[in-house]
């Protein structure tokens, strides 16, 4: 640099003299504690038990099966030999994460809430329609008739 003294004129007025080191250093110091913090995020996003920006929780059904689904490793479009692999396994169908063992082929109209809510419904529908039985049949025994 001392042989280019019109060069380090040019870089001073641009803000890179020896005035600006501290400058630079808090740059380099905000930079690396955001990368970090991404960082961090990014590994929480891979092996995060929560999910990533859910604001609703997940229902616990969901949380139980949530082991069942793996992430699914795509090979590299040049290795002919990892391709057809992928391809015999039935890899290439459905989207790119499925649960294990079965070949997701995006026919499902339901989605897992959906399924969730009507099982709920049904449940509370029969214990609605037992708690009214028993008032029916308890009714009719204060009466006096015979009730199995």
Same mark, same amino acid.
């Given at each position: 640099?001392?042989?280019?003294?019109?060069?380090?004129?040019?870089?001073?007025?641009?803000?890179?003299?020896?005035?600006?080191?501290?400058?630079?250093?808090?740059?380099?110091?905000?930079?690396?504690?955001?990368?970090?913090?991404?960082?961090?995020?990014?590994?929480?996003?891979?092996?995060?038990?929560?999910?990533?920006?859910?604001?609703?929780?997940?229902?616990?059904?969901?949380?139980?099966? $949530?082991?069942?689904?793996?992430? =699914?490793?795509?090979?590299?479009?040049?290795? *002919?030999?990892?391709? %057809?692999? /992928?391809?015999?396994?039935?890899?290439?169908?459905?989207?790119?994460?499925?649960?294990?063992?079965?070949?997701?082929?995006?026919?499902?109209?339901?989605?897992?809430?959906?399924?969730?809510?009507?099982?709920?419904?049904?449940?509370? $529908?029969?214990?609605?329609?037992? =708690?009214?039985?028993?008032?029916?049949?308890? *009714?009719?025994?204060? %009466?006096? /008739?015979?009730?199995?």
């Amino acid at each position: 640099m001392d042989k280019f003294p019109a060069a380090r004129k040019i870089l001073r007025k641009m803000g890179f003299g020896e005035e600006n080191y501290y400058f630079w250093k808090q740059v380099s110091k905000a930079l690396l504690c955001t990368y970090a913090v991404f960082g961090a995020a990014w590994l929480w996003n891979e092996t995060s038990p929560l999910g990533w920006w859910t604001l609703k929780p997940r229902p616990k059904e969901e949380k139980e099966l $949530a082991h069942l689904y793996e992430r =699914r490793k795509f090979p590299y479009p040049g290795d *002919e030999e990892a391709v %057809k692999e /992928f391809i015999a396994s039935g890899g290439g169908i459905g989207t790119s994460i499925g649960p294990k063992g079965i070949i997701d082929t995006g026919k499902e109209n339901d989605n897992f809430q959906k399924k969730m809510q009507s099982k709920k419904f049904e449940q509370e $529908a029969l214990k609605l329609w037992l =708690r009214m039985r028993n008032e029916v049949i308890a *009714e009719l025994r204060e %009466k006096g /008739f015979d009730v199995e």
